[in-house]
Nanobody, 115 residues
C-alpha cells in the first residue's frame, strides 16, 4: 500500500503565497513522477505541475512563472510553492504519484484565495 499525505493548504489573500507538501509512504521502490492537480467546484480535475525523478518539470500555462514544483527523492516528498496567488487558483489540490505504473492520489487539501 502507498499513502500520500498533503499539507499546507489554507486561506490567503490575492497576491499571497502558500507552500504545499506531500509525503509518500508505504511500499515504495521508486516514484517516477510526482505532481499536483487541482479541482475547483463544477470543474474537472486539471494538471497543475509534475516533476520526474530526474527533476524535469512541466507546468500548466495558468501557473507558469508563479508556481514552482520540487521534490526530495530521499524523503519521497513533493512540494508546490505557490506565489502571486489569484482567486482563480481556489481549488482542492491533490498530490499524485506514479509508482510502478499505478497512479496514487492524496486526499486533497483546500486552497482558497480571497480577492
Amino acid at each position: 500500500q502507498v499513502q500520500l499525505v498533503e499539507s499546507g493548504g489554507g486561506l490567503v489573500q490575492a497576491g499571497g503565497s502558500l507552500r504545499l507538501s506531500c509525503a509518500a509512504s508505504g511500499s515504495i521502490f521508486r516514484i517516477n513522477v510526482m505532481g499536483w492537480y487541482r479541482q475547483a467546484p463544477g470543474n474537472e480535475r486539471e494538471l497543475v505541475a509534475i516533476i520526474t525523478i530526474g527533476g524535469v518539470t512541466n507546468y500548466s500555462d495558468s501557473v507558469k512563472g508563479r508556481f514552482t514544483i520540487s521534490r526530495d527523492n530521499a524523503r519521497n516528498t513533493v512540494y508546490l510553492q505557490m506565489n502571486s496567488l489569484k482567486p482563480e487558483d481556489t481549488a482542492v489540490y491533490y498530490c499524485n504519484a506514479l509508482i510502478r505504473g499505478f497512479n496514487y492520489w492524496g486526499q486533497g487539501t483546500q486552497v482558497t484565495v480571497s480577492s
